[in-house]
């Protein structure tokens, strides 16, 4: 055993296997999003699924977000071809409902998609409590920088990007997130001079997932 | 001995892969639903009131400009496509990768430069969206370690040809491979 060669072939394959090793702990699937924090990609979308009752808007009407200051947005990307969509539907349909009558506006965009196909994937799924807007030419899906779908955005009463979910969400999010964009909105107005607290909240809201 | 070197090879041989593979550090593109079935293809790009950051839609001659083309190939060939794996915008024939280079196209119409059409992807899909790493920070070493190889190599090489020729053409004879040092 040569101990000077076996030493310079240790110290060649330390910083390799170390260099392995911390790629390892990489998650090659995640992505970080450069928008949270940064103001909402403002758009202009036409409704093509109306919502039911309370939640609705007429179709063909135009969604403007600037319009939509001073509510939490919850914008959720979505397909009828994405089966991951489907596990996601009622979560997000059911949440939306119990915050009716509160400043939040739950929106469903259609990517790459046809609006006939939207609106025949939620009558399958039982109909949906918010409307959903088309998404010509994903502009607005390319604005916030999407992957995939479903991928969720959680907007800030102030209109910033709090959060990104990617992959199906769930009620307990749903809920985690908005109620603590809304008590951040709140407590901003009860403070007008205070800075909002919306990255607190997204640090908190990490956790929950 | 022999083992040691074996194994000093073997390193070799990996820290040459891992240049060549410094790529895979990064981060990769997810697993994405499929593509979309009978979508709409390039239909979209018409509806003028739903833009968002360009206003104009292109003009016909804009459409048929071919150093427009091309100025839109450049940049969507430093591009990757986020619904592929390692793929650029302008080799993927995804829905997304062809709204990209439409994207591309209108912002290049509408005067941006090359330079800032990239910045914009970089600002929504973060560095991740450039194939080619940017020379700051960690990335660094992706371009220094090939160059630190070859020249860890070159200095190898003197050192080991010169200790071979140093024992004289005897021992290179009895021992022609330096196997047996």
């Known amino acids: 055993m040569n ?3 076996a030493s310079i072939a240790a110290a060649t394959a330390a910083p390799v296997i170390g260099l392995f090793a911390w790629g390892l702990t990489r998650d090659p699937n995640s992505i970080p999003s450069p928008l949270p924090g940064r103001e909402a990609p403002a758009f202009t979308l036409q409704v093509f699924a109306p919502g039911q009752g309370e939640l609705s808007r007429p179709v063909g009407d135009s969604v403007r977000l600037t319009d939509l200051r001073g509510k939490v947005v919850v914008l959720n990307f979505w397909a009828s071809w994405c089966l991951a969509c489907r596990d996601e539907h009622s979560a997000l349909s059911d949440v939306a409902q119990s915050y009716a009558g509160q400043p939040v506006q739950f929106l469903g965009v259609l990517y790459n998609d046809v609006p006939d196909k939207g609106t025949a994937w939620i009558a399958e799924m039982g109909g949906q409590s918010y409307p959903s807007v088309d998404d010509p030419g994903a502009r607005v899906a390319i604005d916030y920088g999407l992957y995939g779908v479903p991928e969720t955005f959680f907007l800030d009463a102030t209109g910033r990007v709090a959060y990104k979910h ?3 969400v769930t ?7 908005v109620d603590s964009l809304m008590a951040a909105a709140r407590q901003a107005a009860a403070a007008p001079a205070a800075p909002a607290a919306d990255t607190g909240a997204n640090t908190k809201a990490g956790k929950v997932q | 001995m022999t083992n040691a070197r074996t194994l000093s090879r073997t390193l070799m041989g990996a820290a040459a892969v891992l240049t060549l593979s410094g790529g895979v550090l990064q981060a990769q593109a997810p697993e994405l639903p ?8 390039g239909a979209p790009q018409d509806s003028g009131a739903l833009r968002v950051k360009v206003q104009g839609t292109l003009t016909d001659a804009q459409k048929n400009d071919p150093a ?4 839109t190939s450049a940049v969507a060939a430093q591009l990757r496509c986020p619904v592929c ?14 709204q990209m280079r439409m994207v591309v196209k209108e912002q290049l119409a509408a005067g941006k430069s090359p330079d800032e059409v990239k910045a914009y992807f970089v600002s929504k899909y973060g560095e991740w969206i450039l194939l080619e790493p940017q020379a700051h920070g960690f990335n660094l070493v992706v371009y220094a370690l090939p160059v630190l190889l070859v020249l860890g190599g070159a200095v190898f090489l003197v050192f080991i040809v010169r200790k071979w020729t140093a024992a004289g053409p005897a021992a290179a004879r009895a021992a022609p491979s330096g196997e047996n040092d």
């Open chain 2, 34 to 41: 499929a593509a979309p079935q009978g979508a709409p293809q």
């Open chain 1, 171 to 177: 009620p307990r999010v749903l809920r985690y997130k």
């Open chain 2, 85 to 98: 794996q390692g793929v650029a915008v302008q080799d993927s024939p995804s829905e997304l990768a062809q």
């Open chain 2, 68 to 71: 427009l083309d091309a100025a």
């Open chain 1, 166 to 168: 990617t992959g199906p």
């Open chain 1, 3 to 5: 101990w000077k060669r």
